[in-house]
């Protein structure tokens, strides 16, 4: 089962910053939160993952609080391109490191 | 750069029939994991393999479906006899290295079964 709690939908003006959340309450602390996006009919895309620090790249923003139990995606100016399912997970650390993926929070950005 | 390619991309058979999808990971990646996504639902991890080796097939079902990884060419990840309920895309994804490399997906193939 997937470690991770996220809202079933969200959606956002095209333009503004949108801001995912996601709980991990039980993560372990050797646990890394990635964030993946799937486009209608494609792969998933990976956007970023971190441990305990904020991380940011080209395409966003991942904020993680101290206590590590919930985390943040943000994307600075949300286009219409970046409608998609957002996943949120806590990579299992064993002796495959596999993706196990939750159902997700739906985006839609707003023209 | 290429990434990960998977063909075909859409794959019609007949209830009995086999699937054969491949999958060639990133250039120098030498893992890669299948995932199989359902109609309407999230992706299941279903097997990992390194080169010539099997390490993790605990999301694959124990009859019909086999996967390898051969020490040249693609990853191949074959059904046999398929079901109506095999009907499904398959994401293959590869990494660099085990660990908190990230896995790259490909597009995906999907299996349509008559």
């Known amino acids: 089962d997937a470690k991770t709690t996220q809202p079933p939908s969200m959606d956002c003006a095209e333009g503004r910053a949108a801001n995912l959340p996601c709980n991990h309450s039980?993560?372990?602390?050797?646990?890394?939160v990635y964030w993946y996006r799937q486009i209608h009919s494609q792969g998933p895309q990976y956007i970023i993952h971190?441990?305990?620090n904020n991380e940011t790249n080209e395409m966003a923003s991942l904020i993680i609080t101290e206590d590590r139990k919930s985390s943040t995606l943000i994307l600075p100016h949300a286009t219409l391109r970046d409608t998609a399912v957002y996943y949120c997970i806590v990579r299992v650390v064993d002796s495959s490191y596999k993706l196990i993926f939750g159902s997700g929070t739906r985006l839609l950005v707003r023209p | 750069n290429a990434g990960v390619m998977q063909n075909p991309r859409h794959l019609v058979r007949r209830r009995g029939q086999e699937a054969r999808l491949r999958c060639s990971p990133v250039k120098g990646h030498s893992h890669v994991y299948w995932y199989r996504q359902l109609p309407e639902e999230g992706l299941k991890f279903m097997v990992y393999?390194?080169?010539?080796?099997?390490?993790?097939e605990s999301g694959m079902p124990k009859e019909r479906f086999s996967a390898e990884f051969p020490k040249e060419g693609p990853s191949i990840l074959r059904i046999q006899q398929v079901v109506r309920g095999d009907s499904a895309a398959y994401f293959c994804a590869s990494s660099l290295v085990q660990g908190r490399q990230p896995q790259h997906f490909g597009d995906g193939t999907r299996l349509s079964i008559l």
């Open positions: 393999l390194q080169k010539e080796n099997i390490i993790d």
């Open positions: 971190g441990l305990k």
């Open positions: 039980t993560i372990s602390g050797n646990e890394y």
